[in-house]
């Protein structure tokens, strides 16, 4: 079988999930100006009717569908090779060029290329398997990928369980003096998603920071989307200039410097979402 490098650069998956990171970090630093370029990229390119669109629908309905059926994922794949076979090549290489050219020229200083994305293997295993069906590549790799791709297809959604990846130091005494101690010093009653949070900070901030940290980030950013749309549809003026000021303090918020003063801010941010939307969106 034919080995060859993976080009992260041509994949369609994986560029398209950097573009959106690079909007989602630029909407929570507030620099608004990166997000609508890059927004403005997405729009540009992987607009219906080019062929990134064609190949970006198709890589994604291989990499995000869940099913239970093994037949049925056969058929999928089958379904996804024809259509494959119909994208233009040479547009489709021309289109990832000069995509390529203006993320280079217009967000040089994103370290777009240099983002971890943690379903890498997967997102190679199905760009080169849909390269190499346009291209009728080597044939014992298509066997292999095919049978990758799937597993992938039947593959059972995981849901980490914090009880499980606790410390062996870190117990059931340690977390409820964590939860004593912010109750105490920040007077806060918590109800079970602050709890949670509490938990995860306990748990995994130490021995998974870079899953904390993606946490955090999801709350500061689902807060900011609350406050942004409570803002527009506010008609209380006295209220609406006090929405601003909020919404600059949660922008500002840390993700990565974690510490107790860190948490009891995110603590009143879920308050403050459940206080906009009436439940947790979170």
């Known amino acids: 079988m ?4 993976h080009n992260k650069k041509r994949n369609v998956g994986i560029i398209y999930e950097q573009l959106l990171r690079v909007i989602s970090k630029s ?13 403005k990229i997405i729009k ?18 291989l990499v995000s569908t869940k099913i239970t059926d093994g037949s049925l994922a056969t058929k999928i794949i089958a379904e996804a090779k024809n259509g494959a076979r119909t994208h233009n090549v040479r547009k489709l290489e021309r289109e990832k060029s000069k995509l390529i050219k203006e993320i280079n020229y217009e967000l040089k200083n994103q ?12 997102f190679a295993t199905v760009q080169t398997l849909l390269n190499d069906w ?3 590549g080597d044939f014992k790799r298509i066997v292999e990928y095919e049978s990758k791709v799937h597993d992938m297809l039947l593959r059972e959604d995981v849901h980490v369980n914090l009880e499980s990846e606790k410390d062996a130091e870190v117990d059931q005494l340690v977390l409820k003096i964590m939860t004593e101690k912010f109750n105490k010093k920040y007077g806060l009653t918590f109800n079970e998603q602050q709890q949670s949070l509490i938990k995860e900070y306990v748990f995994s901030s130490k021995s998974n920071p870079e899953r904390f940290e993606t946490t955090l980030e999801s709350i500061k950013e689902k807060t900011i989307d609350s406050l942004t749309r409570f803002e527009a549809l506010c008609e209380n003026e006295y209220v609406k200039n006090k929405i601003s000021p909020v919404l600059d303090e949660v922008k500002s918020l840390s993700t990565s410097n974690i510490n107790d003063e ?18 947790y969106d979170g």
């Not at 801010?265 to 939307?277: A, G, I, N, R, S």
Request: hydrophobic share 30%.
């Open 111 to 122: 370290n777009i290329y240099g983002q971890h994305i943690k379903e890498y293997r997967d």
């Open 2 to 5: 034919t080995k060859k490098s």
């Open 262 to 279: 860190t948490i009891s801010k995110f603590l009143t941010v879920y308050q403050l979402q459940k206080e906009l939307t009436g439940d």
């Open 44 to 61: 540009k390119y992987f607009k219906p009717g080019t062929e990134l669109y064609k190949e970006y629908r198709l890589f994604n309905a």
């Open 27 to 39: 909407l929570v630093e507030a620099d608004e100006k990166t997000a609508r370029i890059a927004k």
């Open 134 to 136: 346009r291209q009728r």
